[in-house]
């Protein structure tokens, strides 16, 4: 599962299902671990809110006032995990992933958490992007650039796979050789 998908889910499903993403998985990035972060921000102010609410009740008259503004805590709340699930959906294309209000929140409450998060999504371990048509096994013929956009390996033969029982034909680049190492 990407840390995109994992955004996704702890976005929609609050701070539960974001608290066992931030803690279970270590190849979170840092987008990622703020998405996480703004989302159990959101479930604290919520609890928060019915915690005061319920105390307030418990005074003539002021008790009152709390219905109004539940409804308006309340509705705030669904406009930022509304927010926050774009956010998450726009993981790849957005270099921030903070909301308004919550971001600065996150970070003051979770800065140190957030701060161990990777800078770029993980890679496989050959260095190879995966496949969905491989079953989720690194394919050899494509390589990663920094922009996290699968590209062409220049160095694999055009003509598909190498198999070792057909002989195989030349392979020309008309830059010259190159070296992936470089």
């Known amino acids: 599962m990407t840390n995109k998908i994992r955004s996704i889910l ?12 931030m803690l279970a998985f270590k190849d979170n990035t840092k987008k990622s671990m703020t998405i996480y972060s703004q989302a159990i ?3 604290i102010v919520q609890i928060g809110w019915i915690i005061v ?6 005074i ?7 219905i109004p503004v539940g409804i308006v805590v309340h509705i705030g709340c669904v406009v930022f995990i509304i927010m926050n699930i774009i956010k998450a959906c726009q993981y790849d294309t957005v270099s921030s992933t903070e909301i308004p209000l919550f ?10 958490i957030i701060a161990k998060g990777v800078d770029f999504e993980p890679v496989e371990a050959n260095g ?6 491989m079953n989720g ?8 650039n920094p922009n996290m956009n699968a590209q062409p390996n220049p160095n694999m033969n055009p003509n598909g796979p190498v198999n070792p029982t057909q002989p195989q034909q030349p392979f020309n680049n008309p830059n010259g050789p190159t070296n992936m190492n470089q």
């Open 128 to 133: 190879g992007a995966v496949d969905p048509n």
């Open 137 to 144: 096994q690194p394919n050899p013929n494509m390589n990663v």
């Open 103 to 112: 971001g600065k929140m996150a970070n003051a409450i979770f800065g140190k």
């Open 10 to 21: 702890g976005s929609i499903f609050g701070w539960v299902v974001s608290l066992i993403f």
């Open 41 to 43: 921000c959101i479930a």
């Open 53 to 58: 609410s319920t105390i307030l009740k418990l």
């Open 60 to 66: 003539p008259y002021v008790g009152l006032i709390t």
